[in-house]
């Protein structure tokens, strides 16, 4: 374990990429562009969010937002050193991401699970919009009804 520590940053033992089997330029290069576009999104996605919970106070589960963007967050890094490997053999540090990773998403999975019947129980918008409906009308009955 110590030794995987202080060689975390180190590629030492390892080869990029590039030098592991037979990868075509073509092959290569779309694995690169694939693996950077989903880094991209993965960056893009989690400040949208942000945004929306920032100027959104009234929304509920707030930490379930945090720990997606996060869980979002770990899986564009990873997918970005992984990439990143082509050219540098960062596997130590690709597996330490990975690691994270998995913390980071099983604790949005048990959040998401504990906070599972509050979610089924919350009213769709739909449902309260026919509520207001039906409130106007009911209080437009008993005010023609005291007028009467």
């Known amino acids: 374990m110590v030794d995987y520590l202080t060689k975390l940053f180190s590629g030492e033992g390892f080869v990029p990429r590039w030098?592991?089997?037979h990868w075509s330029g073509?092959?290569?290069?779309?694995?690169?562009?694939?693996?950077?576009?989903?880094?991209?999104?993965?960056m893009v996605i989690p400040g949208v969010l942000a945004y929306f919970f920032w100027r959104r106070k009234d929304v509920p589960?707030?930490?379930?937002?945090?720990?997606?963007?996060?869980?979002?967050?770990?899986?564009?890094?990873?997918?970005?050193?992984?990439?990143?490997?082509?050219?540098?053999?960062?596997?130590?540090?690709?597996?330490?991401?990975?690691?994270?990773?998995?913390v980071v998403s099983w604790a949005a999975v048990v959040f998401l699970l504990h906070k599972m019947p509050v979610l089924l129980g919350m009213?769709?918008?739909?449902?309260?919009?026919?509520?207001?409906?039906?409130?106007?009308?009911?209080?437009?009955?008993?005010?023609?009804a005291n007028d009467d």
């Open 19 to 21: 030098s592991c089997g």
């Open 26 to 42: 073509f092959h290569g290069w779309l694995d690169i562009v694939a693996g950077t576009a989903i880094f991209a999104a993965y």
């Open 61 to 102: 589960f707030t930490l379930a937002g945090k720990l997606f963007c996060a869980f979002i967050l770990f899986c564009g890094l990873t997918h970005a050193l992984d990439t990143g490997i082509f050219w540098w053999p960062g596997y130590r540090l690709l597996t330490a991401m990975k690691v994270a990773t998995a």
């Open 123 to 144: 009213r769709s918008s739909e449902h309260m919009q026919r509520e207001i409906v039906n409130r106007v009308k009911a209080e437009e009955a008993l005010w023609a």
